[in-house]
């Protein structure tokens, strides 16, 4: 694989399953991030990982989760599923570096739609 | 709050110019990104901005002015291809990167 794979590519799901969102990339880029694009809000940060072991909150944290125990995946759970979770889904990653910053790489997102 | 303005859609001809504005009220600044994103698709990196003034990249240019929370970018030469949204996006105090809504830049032959 090259650059960030994420999976599924989309998934429907009914209200108040489980669901965890897959990310993996190859680049071994210290930071990865999760974000969610709806129609006229642009893209929000859910969750954050600036390195392998720790995670961080973005602006929409609630009903998801994350954990990073190697700096290749960073997947995605959402613990109960509610209509409000539907979006479209990306996974990016980047190259961390103290008083630096470098631009983001993006999965090919997953579109999910909770019913 | 923090906020990031750009214009939800603009509508070129296919071999015209056109220029992307984007004002930003941030806690801090820290840098300026600009990205693609084709419709279906994920955003793709397109330039840089740290200090004031031009970058320049091919058919693609990128102004800042830090004084005035201004950015644009300039399209030339615009080809069918370009159709797409450009997002804009400000690495805040926290290295927090905030994201506009987008542009949706519709050429038409």
């Known amino acids: 694989i090259a650059g960030i794979t994420q999976a599924p590519t989309s998934q429907i799901l009914a209200a108040g399953r489980r669901m965890t969102l897959r990310c993996t990339q190859d680049m071994r880029h210290n930071a990865m991030y999760w974000y969610r694009q709806d129609l006229g809000l642009g893209l929000r940060l859910i969750h954050y990982?600036?390195?392998?072991?720790?995670?961080g909150k973005g602006e929409v944290p609630d009903g998801y989760s994350v954990s990073r125990a190697n700096t290749d995946d960073f997947p995605l759970t959402l613990a109960s599923a509610v209509p409000s979770q539907t979006s479209v889904y990306f996974c990016?990653?980047?190259?961390?570096?103290?008083?630096?910053?470098?631009?983001?790489?993006f999965g090919p997102g997953t579109r999910l739609t909770v019913l | 709050g923090q906020n990031i303005d750009q214009p939800t859609e603009m509508t070129a001809t296919e071999g015209a110019i056109v220029q992307i504005n984007c004002t930003y009220q941030?806690?801090?600044?820290?840098?300026l990104f600009w990205y693609q994103q084709h419709a279906g698709e994920a955003p793709t990196f397109l330039s840089y901005n740290v200090l004031d003034g031009l970058e320049e990249k091919g058919r693609f240019s990128s102004f800042l002015s830090r004084s005035k929370g201004y950015s644009y970018l300039l399209l030339k030469e615009l080809q069918m291809k370009d159709s797409a949204s450009y997002l804009c996006a400000v690495i805040d105090s926290n290295y927090q990167l905030i994201w506009g809504a987008g542009t949706k830049l519709i050429i038409k032959p």
């Open positions: 990982s600036n390195t392998a072991g720790t995670t």
């Open positions: 990016a990653s980047s190259e961390l570096t103290s008083h630096d910053y470098n631009e983001q790489f």
């Open positions: 941030t806690s801090g600044f820290n840098g």
